[in-house]
């Protein structure tokens, strides 16, 4: 065929990440790269959609354009995100204007009614359903949730060999993972992600968990960082240190009132330090959690009065 090696191995990926799955599947195939912005706000919602079409027969394929050049020049491809629809190795359907999930549900339904696709995954026969992916993850939610986490961690690690691309999932192992002591995993569960699944809320989330977890300390040496922040109230350093470590040993309100106080003798703008600080204590425990937005009404008086 006139190709070389680069080439050759380029095609043979491309057989068998997306030809041979779409014989029987119909596969979404996302021509994406790290640094488009567009494609890291699709991607996770082609991840959930994918993710909800699972027992219908979808798989979802992405092609790092970057890293496959050959395979976007072969499609063409003049602009990312490109998105296709493959059944039986051809193109049958081009996504890429469909940006929302009810746009792309809707397509897909189309689809769906009109080919062959074999229903199930992970070659799940008709007749024979797997579990509910929503029922396993909600288990899952509930070990975690009566604290056994390294429990939680399996079953969330067994999940996602089922649902590898979804986000839900992948945020449920990072948590437990941290839940059972084990932050280096948790870590590696997360930079095995790809930067849009990293960028996803849920998965954001849990990394940022993680990340203020990391301070853990004694009740000494956190005694020795309270009497720190409270001698130096004009150190920023110290302030953050302590809220740090008082909010990895569960005192979330001590910490947030160290940073709070910390914000308001920053003078107009605030201290930009701690603010980042403390928005990133947010964003672990949740936005939409009522301690949160509580905590976010006093900063918003400290900043706007």
Known sequence: MGLNLDEQKAVERFRTN??????????????????????????????????????????????????????????????????????QGQPVADLTPMRSESQLKQALDQLLSQLPVQAGAGGTTEGQQGPDLDQLIGMGEQILAEGDGARAANVFAQIAEMAPGNAQVQAGLVRALLAAGQAE????????????????????????????????????????LRAAAAERPADTQAQIAFAEAAFAAGQRDEAADTLLRAIEGGGEEGNAEAKAKLLTIFEAVG???????????????????
């Open 18 to 87: 997306v030809v041979e799955p779409s014989q029987t599947k119909l596969v979404i195939l996302d021509f994406w790269a790290e640094w488009c912005g567009p494609c890291k706000a699709l991607g996770p919602v082609l991840d959930k959609v994918a993710a909800d079409y699972a027992d219908k027969g979808v798989v979802l394929a992405k092609i790092d354009v970057d890293k496959e050049q050959f395979i976007a020049a072969q499609f063409q491809v003049q602009s990312i995100p490109t998105v296709y629809a493959m059944f």
């Open 185 to 224: 995993e948790a870590q590696a569960a997360i930079d095995a992600l790809s930067p849009e699944m990293q960028a996803d809320p849920q998965v954001a989330q849990a990394a940022a968990a993680l990340q203020l977890a990391a301070p853990q300390v004694d009740e000494g040496e956190l005694q020795a």
């Open 287 to 305: 936005l939409e959690d009522p301690w949160v937005s509580a905590t976010r009404r006093r900063l918003s008086l400290i900043l706007f009065g």
